[in-house]
């Protein structure tokens, strides 16, 4: 089920944080309807009448050219435009710059349950600051059982079964000087369509448990800078247990990636056995995450330089089976 809001819940989201105060003006019996898109709408071409213009489920924007051109007509013909329009499946209206909506546009909200909203917030600034609050609360949601390591600025998640390892590996980054930002419980959400944002829940957050330990805090035990709020997950690490029978990939020619909320996430599978420093692995695996993202890919510029050398091998001995055909013919 896509994630949605309704008008209600908006309102209550306490939007006035992010400078964008909200008023009711009326329509309060529709508080209830929901709110699915991010997006939003300004057409005042809806007003005119072309009302297949109206997207279901987004906000309507009414700013000074809208609230001006129904002031400009005639009390029925702007009650028919309001009528035609408010009866269309969309959530509320927001009045932006603080303008005073003609009394035919209260009462067609009531008729319809619509509720109208309004904000002294100028129109451009008013749109981007409900678009952002709007993406947030829209945001897929997923929780996730591993650990997110902010390590050198990247995004890394830890995954696997439980008892592998990933706290302990966690830890040994954290010593390392990494900032750790959640563990065990992983909040995810996605925003747009490939921006994975992660966080720790209220209640565990700056706390690790590490078998034998028991739980410990992070932030008491090695400072603010060890930990961080949220962090982009930009790579994802899956412990494995080691298995004899497996092939491995040794080369890392093949993109692999991880669903996460629903987008894709560079995925690197490391196998874990006894002797290998994992936090060491991960950190590796990070830089080196960092370089393809900058266009440096080590294994295919590797096999791109086999390849030339290949190819100048052929051609050397082409060139050679040439000039001997050649002194035999001389012969």
Request: proline share 5%.
């Amino acid at each position: 089920m896509a994630p949605s809001v309704t008008v209600g819940g908006l309102l209550q989201s306490r939007p006035e944080t992010l400078g964008l105060p909200l008023e009711l003006l009326s329509g309060d019996a529709g508080l209830d309807r929901v709110i699915t898109s991010p997006h939003i709408q300004k057409t005042g071409l809806a007003l005119a009448g072309f009302h297949e213009y109206l997207q279901p489920e987004r906000i309507l924007v009414l700013g000074e050219s809208e609230v001006r051109y129904l002031e400009s007509l005639e009390t029925s013909a702007r009650t028919s435009s309001l009528w035609a329009a408010f009866s269309h499946n969309i959530p509320c209206v927001l009045i932006t710059g603080g303008w005073d909506p003609p009394p035919e546009l209260l009462a067609a909200s009531e008729r319809y349950r619509l509720p109208v909203l309004r904000t002294a917030v100028p129109t451009p600034l008013a749109i981007a600051r409900i678009t952002a609050l709007l993406d947030d609360t829209l945001a897929v949601r997923e929780l996730v059982h591993g650990v997110l390591i902010d390590i050198l600025g990247l995004g890394v998640l830890i995954v696997g079964e439980s008892g592998i390892g990933k706290s302990d590996c966690a830890l040994d980054l954290v010593v390392r000087g990494h900032r750790l930002v959640a563990d065990d419980a992983v909040e995810v959400r996605r925003r747009g369509e490939t921006a994975i944002i992660g966080t720790c829940p209220d209640l565990t957050r700056f706390h690790m448990e590490v078998r034998g330990l028991g739980v410990i805090n992070i932030r008491d035990l090695f400072g603010v800078a060890a930990t961080r709020m949220s962090k982009r997950v930009e790579l994802v690490v899956q412990l494995e247990r080691w298995d004899p029978a497996r092939e491995y990939d040794r080369l890392g020619l093949d993109d692999n990636f991880f669903d996460l909320a629903g987008a894709k996430v560079p995925l690197i599978q490391m196998p874990v056995a006894p002797g290998r420093s994992l936090a060491i692995l991960v950190e590796v695996a990070a830089r080196n995450q960092l370089l393809r993202m900058r266009g440096r890919h080590a294994a295919r510029d590797l096999a791109a330089r086999l390849d030339q050398h290949l190819k100048d091998l052929e051609a050397e001995t082409d060139m050679e089976a040439d000039e001997d055909v050649e002194h035999g013919g001389h012969r």
